[in-house]
Each structure stands twice: as C-alpha cells, then as structure tokens.
C-alpha cells in the first residue's frame, strides 16, 4: 500500500463519513479512526485489491462499532423530527435540505444510497463494503430513494405550505396501487 493512494481517498471517506455522522468533526474522527486502522491492519490488504472498498469497509464497520457503543435512542416519527427542527433556512438552501433528509433515512438505507450515488460503487462493491447480499443493496437503495423523495416533498420552504402530493389516490390519502411488471 502506498502513501498517495491513500491520501488520494481522502475527499471520498471524508464525504462519506460526513454524510454518515452528519457532523464535520464527528467525521473528522471517523476518518481519523479509520486511517489508525488501516495502518495497524495494512498487513490484512491484499496487494492488486480495491484498496478504496477496503478503506470504506474499514469506515462503514468503524461506524457501525461506534453507533452500538452509544445509548440507544427511541425512533421519532417524521412528524415528531420535523416539529422538533424548527430552523430558520434560506429558500434557496437545497444543500442543507438534502443532508437533513439524508440524515432522516434509516442507517442501512443511507449508507447503501451514499455509496451508490454519492461515491458511484457498484451494488457488488456497496454489498462487500456491507457485508450484505447484492439484491439487499437493490432493496434498501430503492427504498432510501422512494424514502428521501417523501422527505424532500416534505421539507416547507418559509412562506409556503407543504407539497401536494398529485393523483387521485394521493387525493384519497391512499397510496397508488402497485402494478405488476412481468
């Protein structure tokens, strides 16, 4: 392993494990925890390998150990969560409603979504990052998809009432009926 390709993943675990702690020094140690570990486990890396699926396994397993090691809070309803974050935001503050959203999505959805679209791997990758089967990596990202489309549609900009949701069915407050593709 050498220096540069390491230093060459930085922006990416940084960006990544921004996204996962939704705090920028929470994310500064989970980078720092995970650059400590690949260096006392380098010997574990398999030359000619994916060093950047191993840093982000490192990272992702990292997180997970710390997430256990923290008391255990009690899930909000979205409902709950958006009375609770009553902050003042700009109309043209997209940025800032997307990592909210993110930060809304359930842990094992938000890292498949983060390392499929945000740092483009592919489901084979996002599944051995993971440790979970490839059509689990398609469910949940398909699900934190439809999950963060909700959010979004969601989040009020000052002044305005919340999105309609259109069609008929979203008019009954029904969802729409699923049709089946062969």
């Given at each position: 392993?050498?220096?540069?390709?390491?230093?060459?993943?930085?922006?990416?675990?940084?960006?990544?494990?921004?996204?996962?702690?939704?705090?920028?020094?929470?994310?500064?140690?989970?980078?720092?925890?995970?650059?400590?570990?690949?260096?006392?486990?380098?010997?574990?890396?398999?030359?000619?390998?994916?060093?950047?699926?191993?840093?982000?396994?490192?990272?992702?397993?990292?997180?997970?150990?710390?997430?256990?090691?923290?008391?255990?809070?009690?899930?909000?309803?979205?409902?709950?969560?958006?009375d609770?974050?009553?902050?003042?935001?700009?109309?043209?503050?997209?940025?800032?409603?997307?990592?909210?959203?993110?930060?809304?999505?359930?842990?094992?959805?938000?890292?498949?979504?983060?390392?499929?679209a945000?740092?483009?791997?592919?489901?084979?990758?996002?599944?051995?990052?993971?440790?979970?089967?490839?059509?689990?990596?398609?469910?949940?990202?398909s699900?934190?998809?439809?999950?963060?489309?909700?959010?979004?549609?969601?989040?009020?900009?000052?002044?305005?009432?919340?999105?309609?949701?259109?069609?008929?069915?979203a008019?009954?407050?029904?969802?729409?009926?699923?049709?089946?593709?062969?």
């Amino acid at each position: 392993m050498d220096r540069t390709q390491v230093v060459e993943q930085l922006p990416a675990l940084r960006r990544y494990a921004r996204v996962l702690t939704g705090d920028s020094w929470a994310a500064d140690d989970l980078v720092q925890d995970t650059l400590e570990r690949a260096c006392s486990k380098w010997l574990l890396w398999r030359n000619g390998s994916d060093l950047r699926a191993w840093l982000f396994t490192l990272m992702h397993n990292l997180y997970l150990n710390q997430r256990r090691a923290l008391p255990a809070l009690p899930p909000l309803a979205i409902d709950e969560v958006q009375d609770q974050l009553q902050v003042a935001r700009a109309p043209s503050d997209d940025a800032r409603d997307l990592e909210r959203c993110l930060q809304r999505l359930p842990a094992d959805q938000r890292a498949v979504l983060l390392l499929v679209a945000m740092e483009d791997m592919s489901y084979e990758d996002t599944a051995r990052i993971l440790n979970i089967p490839v059509g689990t990596v398609m469910s949940r990202l398909s699900r934190a998809r439809m999950r963060l489309r909700v959010l979004m549609d969601r989040e009020p900009t000052p002044g305005s009432a919340p999105a309609a949701p259109a069609g008929p069915a979203a008019a009954a407050g029904t969802p729409p009926a699923m049709r089946r593709l062969k």
